[in-house]
């Protein structure tokens, strides 16, 4: 049997824009309330007004920044406050950054930790336990379409790697927890149009290449609608252009051996 949807409680990091936007109205059109989180309060309050007028839902907007422990205990407990209880977690919110290794700023190597690993993994430390006592509850972790390619791309191995050990935690959280009804699902995007591939060199030359991100909606969809006995761990949605395999960032990539 499917969870009932309808009136449940999603948290959806990074939802002010880009993907995370485009999922909570994902969340909202199967009639989950939403509390949404993001730096800027003044985009997420405009997307919260917008989602609760389209989707009639409601969602709480709360300014947050996933790298600040006292932040996400902030969103938990505006969260409780709010519907009661936390029964889907979509962990979204990320920052990105291109450098070459011995170029990469030493400050960009702690953002990039403190957000798209320690802020997902501690946001699901603070809702885990309360999903545990109700006996089910549905992780999603944004991870990368990134984590797919061996060696890692270029120029984006502080990221990927992060990626790749939110993915491993994940599948293991999975594991872990798979007697006590909790579902935990990694999406790997393909590269998207969003702002924050906007912000990549070079990468907007040709974005015909770039996914909108409707496959991403329906992947998200897919994991919170099949049977409550099934978790789909990962899902892969990889453009069939990807720059990965066919660069539009400017330099090789080509794998060893070639
Ligand atoms: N776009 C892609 O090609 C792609 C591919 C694979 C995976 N992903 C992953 O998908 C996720 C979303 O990416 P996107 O492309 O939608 O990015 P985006 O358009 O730049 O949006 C990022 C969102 O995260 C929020 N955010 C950034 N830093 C934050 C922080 N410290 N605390 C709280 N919120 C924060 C931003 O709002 P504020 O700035 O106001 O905080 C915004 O709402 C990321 O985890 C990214 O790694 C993206």
Redesign the pocket.
């Known amino acids: 049997m499917t969870m009932e949807l309808k009136g449940k409680t999603a948290i959806v ?9 485009a999922l909570a109205c994902t969340a909202a059109s199967l009639g989950i309330n939403l509390v949404i ?4 309060i003044g ?2 309050t405009e997307t919260a007004n917008e989602i609760a007028k389209k989707y009639n839902v409601q969602v709480l907007p709360v300014a ?4 600040k422990l006292a932040d996400l205990e902030n969103l938990v407990k505006a969260a409780k406050d709010k519907f009661g209880s936390i029964n889907i977690l979509i962990n ?5 950054s291109q450098y070459p290794f011995q170029e990469q700023p030493l400050e960009d190597l702690e953002k990039l930790a403190y ?2 690993y320690l ?1 997902y993994v501690r946001l699901i430390r603070l809702v885990i336990n309360d999903m545990i006592k109700d006996g089910h509850g549905a992780i999603i972790n ?5 984590t797919l390619c061996d060696p890692l791309p270029r120029n984006f191995i502080v990221y990927s790697s992060l ?1 790749v050990g939110l993915k491993a935690f994940s599948k293991g959280l999975f594991w872990e927890l798979r007697d006590k009804g909790i579902k935990v699902t990694s999406i790997m ?4 149009d ?4 906007g912000k990549l060199q070079e990468i907007s030359t040709d974005t015909s290449r ?1 996914m909108s991100t409707e496959a991403i909606e329906n992947a998200v969809r897919f994991a919170l609608t099949v049977p409550q006995n099934v978790c789909p761990l990962e899902i892969s949605v990889i453009n069939q252009q990807t720059p990965w395999t066919k660069p539009v960032i400017p330099f090789k990539q080509d794998h060893p051996g070639k």
């Open positions: 990091t990074g939802a002010s824009r880009g993907i995370g936007k989180g993001a730096r800027g985009p997420l947050c920044d996933v790298t979204n919110a990320g920052v990105s957000t798209n802020g944004m991870v990368s379409g990134s990626k995007p393909g590269v998207t969003t702002d924050l591939t770039l």
